[in-house]
């Protein structure tokens, strides 16, 4: 008997570690092992957690139709799993292990932990397009600037594209499928697809009527312009290699375009891979490290005051606060967004990028360390091909420009929605006039910030 044991590849469809296990000829059951305890630690928000749950239940279901027993093993952290997965595999009298590779540091200690006690461990990769180490400079190093590592991406994929791989179980007489719960906190993620709905309609519906505006449409938070697949990408649920290569399908020449402004999004796709090579090759990541050195050297002043306002969206900056109250309510973020509140967090209140790094996984549907780590650290300055620190955006001017009529804002802060459009993106002097004490006073006056910015980074 083979065991596949997922984690952060919860799909059949081109699942390297399932295929590998078919290929034996051997029986096989699947493996799931939650972990509260270590997800806490981690961060990992109540929604997301919703979202492995309803899919692990999914492939339980998939399993079971198919005859297979899909197994569901408890345990606390990290090292208890690795225990009761030892243990389980001497006493079944497993023989083999199947599993997907997980960049991250805590996740690759425990697998060599497990081949040390002799577990026969098959390890492979499938969370990105095109496998990492593979992807150097002339130096035989990794690039630490996105741009080239983008067009020496595009040109591997033209010498040898990347084909996904099409796993079907064995039909045999359906087995009873049992209910899969975490016994965790959770929130509710229903309004979210499950991944089989998302590639069947959603994914075909944004490359025929929002892909050719997509390089418009992204960066305005009240347009439905994005394709939503990044909470999908970030648990394993759609593989990126079956989105590029449906994106090839449509548009066969989407690689020869991707520095044209209709390539925009399949250069997301290659900033998801560059910051996942990133983790692979500078394990310091891991550890929540600068990038960039030089930035070790700067104390952040760290306002707790700042910090509260920040997350409990009151800082006097509608368009801060609407993102805020958008993460808060619906557990994901726009993400033009994104940009704005991390640049404010970090260059008008002076407050440590880590912080705002952990408050964003705990909430935030699509939490993925390294993308996360990587938007953060470009936002504050400290990271790899990161916005320069002297670059501070002004939050007024991004209202105006990316929420234009300001139907984003009003929607998610109903104190504003008598203010005339006119007045809204910052809307304190209008209301002292009228005297509305409906919106809270700015916690920063953007030019004096901007300049505290510029005199703090300079330390470095």
Not at 51 to 79: C, P, W, Y
Not at 223 to 237: D, F, V
Not at 392 to 411: A, H
Request: hydrophobic share 40%; charged share 20%; glycine share 4%.
């Amino acid at each position: 008997m083979n065991i596949v044991w997922f984690r952060n590849d919860l799909r059949l469809d081109d699942n390297p570690a399932l295929q590998a296990a078919l290929s034996t000829g051997h029986p096989l059951c699947g493996l799931f092992i939650s972990t509260p305890k270590q997800w806490q630690q981690h961060d990992l928000a109540p929604i997301k957690i919703d979202l492995i749950e309803r899919h692990v239940n999914l492939l339980a279901q998939q399993f079971s139709r198919m005859g297979v027993r899909f197994i569901h093993l408890k345990a606390t952290d990290f090292h208890d799993q690795a225990q009761q997965l030892l243990d389980y595999c001497q006493s079944e009298q497993i023989e083999n292990l199947y599993a997907n590779e997980e960049v991250e540091l805590n996740e690759r200690q425990r697998d060599q932990w497990l081949i040390k006690q002799g577990l026969k461990l098959h390890l492979f990769e499938a969370d990105v397009i095109v496998a990492k180490g593979k992807i150097l400079n002339k130096q035989g190093e990794m690039y630490k600037v996105f741009t080239p590592f983008k067009k020496a991406w595009a040109s591997h994929l033209m010498r040898e594209p990347a084909k996904p791989l099409l796993v079907e179980l064995n039909k045999n007489q359906a087995i009873e499928c049992p209910v899969i719960g975490f016994d965790t906190n959770t929130k509710d993620s229903s309004k979210w697809p499950l991944a089989e709905v998302i590639l069947r309609q959603v994914l075909p519906t944004f490359f025929h009527h929002k892909y050719h505006d997509y390089h418009h449409d992204r960066d305005y938070p009240a347009l439905k312009g994005t394709s939503g697949l990044s909470p999908y990408l970030a648990i394993g649920a759609i593989s990126p290699r079956r989105v590029f290569a449906e994106l090839c399908h449509h548009f066969p020449h989407a690689l020869e375009n991707i520095s044209q402004p209709q390539g925009s999004w399949l250069n997301e796709l290659a900033w998801r891979d560059f910051y996942r090579h990133l983790l692979h090759h500078f394990p310091k990541l891991n550890k929540h490290q600068n990038f960039n050195d030089k930035y070790d050297a700067l104390t952040w002043p760290n306002s707790a005051e700042l910090f509260e306002a920040w997350k409990n969206a009151k800082t006097g900056y509608p368009i801060v606060d609407a993102a805020m109250r958008q993460l808060m309510q619906t557990g994901w973020m726009h993400n033009r967004l994104r940009m704005i509140v991390a640049s404010f967090l970090t260059k008008h209140c002076l407050v440590d990028w880590r912080l705002g790094e952990q408050f964003f996984m705990q909430h935030l549907i699509d939490g993925d360390l390294c993308a996360n780590n990587g938007g953060w650290q470009w936002s504050a300055g400290t990271g790899c091909d990161a916005q320069p620190y002297f670059r501070i955006f002004n939050p007024i001017s991004q209202s105006e420009k990316y929420d234009p009529d300001g139907s984003f804002i009003r929607k998610y802060l109903p104190e504003l929605e008598e203010v005339p459009l006119k007045y809204l993106h910052f809307p304190h002097e209008y209301l002292k006039h009228h005297q509305i004490e409906s919106y809270w006073p700015a916690i920063v006056d953007h030019a004096t910030a901007r300049q505290q910015a510029l005199s703090f980074y300079q330390q470095a």
